[in-house]
């Protein structure tokens, strides 16, 4: 299902379980596109290529929870001064699914921001890789990127990658990344468990903080519904 709204300098685009092969999307000087993704069913597999023009924003978000494996991949184009953009996206891959998530943002020109923030949880065999190219070409100066990466890998025969590159060709600008793949944390388990609560729902607790914020990118109340399903059935 494919949703889409517009107004005057305001555009919005829902992918539910049906993520376009090979799309491109233009945002216009001065224009805000929000762009939302929803797996539950199906493939995750596609590639979304976004334009984004001076003074316009993207603000993008993917909410994973689709039982099938797949390659996702989205690049951000940001052509002009002031474009800007945001991503997340919150996977849960399981039952022996691999999952492959690639984004690109290309600072073309001075005065441009992005930030990205990929969270996952793979577990029950699953396979959850992240890959985040964020590159300043040279003249982009003034220009702040971030990327944020944090997997956690519920049991040994799961496993998690998070790769984020920098590539920076300018001097004057601001640019960083983190990168976390591990276990859960015992120490939280233990906190948790000390209060009653058993191993399996402390899990819960510490795979909902991970999960949850995800919703707070979305607006369509049967999605949202749908995504506290996927949640509470994932985990």
Same mark, same amino acid.
């Given at each position: 299902?494919?949703?889409?709204?517009?107004?005057?300098?305001?555009?919005?685009?829902?992918?539910?379980?049906?993520?376009?092969?090979?799309?491109?999307?233009?945002?216009?000087?001065?224009?805000?596109?929000?762009?939302?993704?929803?797996s539950f069913n199906g493939s995750i597999n596609g590639k979304i290529d976004i334009d984004v023009e001076g003074d316009a924003k993207v603000e993008g978000a993917f909410a994973d929870f689709s039982r099938e494996p797949g390659k996702f991949i989205i690049n951000i184009n940001l052509n002009d001064a002031g474009a800007s953009c945001e991503w997340h996206l919150a996977? #849960?891959?399981?039952? +022996?699914?691999?999952? !492959?998530? =690639?984004?690109?943002?290309?600072?073309?020109?001075?005065?441009?921001?992005?930030?990205?923030?990929?969270?996952?949880?793979?577990?029950?065999?699953?396979?959850?890789t992240f890959s985040g190219t964020s590159h300043i070409k040279h003249g982009a100066i003034n220009t702040n990127t971030r990327q944020d990466a944090k997997i956690i890998v519920f049991d040994k025969d799961s496993d998690g990658k998070a790769m984020p590159i920098l590539r920076i060709d300018e001097n004057d600008v601001q640019a960083s990344h983190a990168a976390v793949v591990g276990?859960?944390?015992?120490?939280? #388990?233990?906190?948790? +468990?000390?209060?009653? !609560?058993? =191993?399996?729902?402390?899990?819960?607790?510490i795979a909902l903080g991970y999960l949850k914020p995800i919703e707070e990118f979305f607006d369509d109340e049967e999605v949202l519904k749908s995504i506290d399903q996927a949640i509470e059935g994932g985990i």
């Open positions: 299902m494919v949703k889409k709204a517009s107004n005057e300098n305001k555009k919005s685009i829902l992918y539910i379980d049906e993520i376009p092969s090979d799309c491109h999307i233009t945002v216009g000087r001065g224009e805000i596109l929000k762009l939302n993704i929803a996977s #849960l891959a399981h039952a +022996e699914g691999k999952k !492959i998530f =690639e984004t690109s943002v290309m600072h073309e020109k001075e005065e441009t921001s992005a930030l990205m923030s990929n969270y996952g949880i793979a577990r029950d065999s699953g396979n959850l276990r859960l944390n015992e120490q939280h #388990l233990f906190y948790l +468990e000390s209060r009653g !609560i058993s =191993e399996e729902n402390a899990k819960r607790i």
